[in-house]
Each structure stands twice: as structure tokens, then as C-alpha cells.
């Protein structure tokens, strides 16, 4: 069962626009979210991350937001560049800070930005 | 500071036989996490070692195992391989006792079960 969803496989978008990435989940007990990047032939890099305790978290170009009562996240970019074409995956925890290092992840979104 | 490195990049095996593979964290880290990432289940966490010690463990069968040495370095083993465990084998490092976000990923093994 897969605890952590990316229902759009992928997602096309024009350079200075908004790119939008949904995640949703379904176990109550996450309380920490991050959204990685990955390139090909490359690890996932970290974007951004939210605690249970937040609804909206800012990192330049990049914003986070939570919903707990729909158990939704979303990851918004602008504007989009070319650069910011890769897969993003959202992922999930429990315990979050603590010594729980188990991150359940979704399968990705493949953005692609069009100059 | 150079980043997770992972050994081999890639990998061809025959099914039924073991591999092992190696992680090396960033200098100073004392956590290792493995994932598999496969196209059909996206990326699945296998174990995280702290210490020399297993911390937390995914669902996986007692097939895959894994160790780490004192220097930190993470080894994983696949035993009896299936056509199924073809795959990305990611490994991150990170201190260990800091937020999810300061763990850093290697580039991976690609195996291949023939």
C-alpha cells in the first residue's frame, strides 16, 4: 500500500511560470515532509522540508505547503527555469528530529520546464 | 569535502548469486541509510545503520542485509538474487542526530539480475 502518493508522473511547464507538485499520504502518523530533486545518473538532492506544526514553509523560488486534514502537500516553484527540470520525489517520516531516519517516499514527478 | 561515494556504479548479476555493495558517507558522518529505487515502487527504504548498529529497518525480506564498519562505511548484501531486486541501490550519509534534511545521497549502483 503505498503510503506516500505522486499521482501526476509527470508535469510540463513554461520557463516563468508556476510548476505545481502534489503529494498526498495517507498515514496520520507523518509529521515531517521533504521534497527531493534527483537528476539522472545522480542521488536525490534536498529541497525543502515541512513540519506537522507548519502549514507553509519558504525557501526562495521554492514554497511548501500542508494540509494535515486532506493529508496534501504541495510544492510550488517560481518562477520555473529550465534548470529546475529533473524528477521530484515528495517523502515522508515519523518522529521527526529524532532518531528515525526512515523516509517513505512517493515515485516521483518528472518535471520538465520549456524555455 | 567530497561527497557519498558509492562502489560499484554498476553491476550485472545472475540470478541466485550475492552481491555486496559498498557505501562511503561523508567524512565525519555516522549514519548510513540504504534505499532501492525501482520504477514500479519508486524509492524504498531498506535499513539505516548509526554506529556500527541497526537503527531502523524497512520491510524487506532477510535477504538483503547490511553492516557497517567502524570508519563509518556501509556495506549491503543481497543474497539468493531475484529478477526483481534489479535496481537503483541508494545509499545517504548524515550525522546521525540532525534534522531528516543534512542527509546526502551517493549517485548509487545500478544492478542488474539476469
Known amino acids: 500500500d503505498q503510503q506516500v502518493k505522486q499521482n501526476s508522473p509527470s508535469l510540463s511547464v513554461q520557463e516563468g511560470r508556476i510548476s505545481i507538485l502534489n503529494c498526498d499520504y495517507t498515514?496520520?502518523?507523518?509529521?515531517?515532509f521533504l521534497w527531493y530533486k534527483k537528476y539522472p545518473a545522480e542521488g536525490p538532492t534536498f529541497l525543502i522540508s515541512i513540519s506537522s506544526i507548519k502549514d507553509k514553509n519558504e525557501d526562495g523560488r521554492f514554497t511548501v505547503f500542508l494540509n494535515k486534514s486532506a493529508k496534501h502537500l504541495s510544492l510550488h516553484i517560481v518562477p520555473s527555469q529550465p534548470g529546475d527540470s529533473a524528477v521530484y520525489f515528495c517523502a515522508a517520516s515519523e518522529n521527526s528530529g529524532g532518531s528515525n531516519y526512515k523516509l517513505t517516499f512517493g515515485k516521483g514527478t518528472l518535471l520538465t520546464v520549456n524555455p | 569535502k567530497a561527497g557519498v561515494t558509492q562502489t560499484p556504479r554498476y553491476l550485472i548479476k545472475t540470478r541466485g548469486q550475492q552481491v555486496t555493495l559498498s557505501c562511503s558517507p561523508i567524512?565525519?558522518?555516522?549514519?548510513v541509510s540504504w534505499y532501492q529505487q525501482t520504477p514500479g515502487q519508486g524509492l524504498q527504504f531498506l535499513f539505516e545503520y548509526f554506529s556500527e548498529t541497526q537503527r531502523n529497518k524497512g520491510n524487506f525480506p532477510g535477504r538483503f542485509s547490511g553492516r557497517q564498519f567502524s570508519n563509518s562505511r556501509s556495506e549491503m548484501n543481497v543474497s539468493t538474487l531475484e529478477l526483481g531486486d534489479s535496481a537503483l541501490y541508494l545509499c545517504a550519509s548524515s550525522l546521525g542526530q540532525t534534522p531528516l534534511n543534512e542527509q546526502y545521497f551517493g549517485p548509487g549502483t545500478r544492478l542488474t539480475v539476469t
Open positions: 498515514n496520520s502518523m507523518f509529521d515531517y
Open positions: 567524512s565525519g558522518h555516522r549514519s
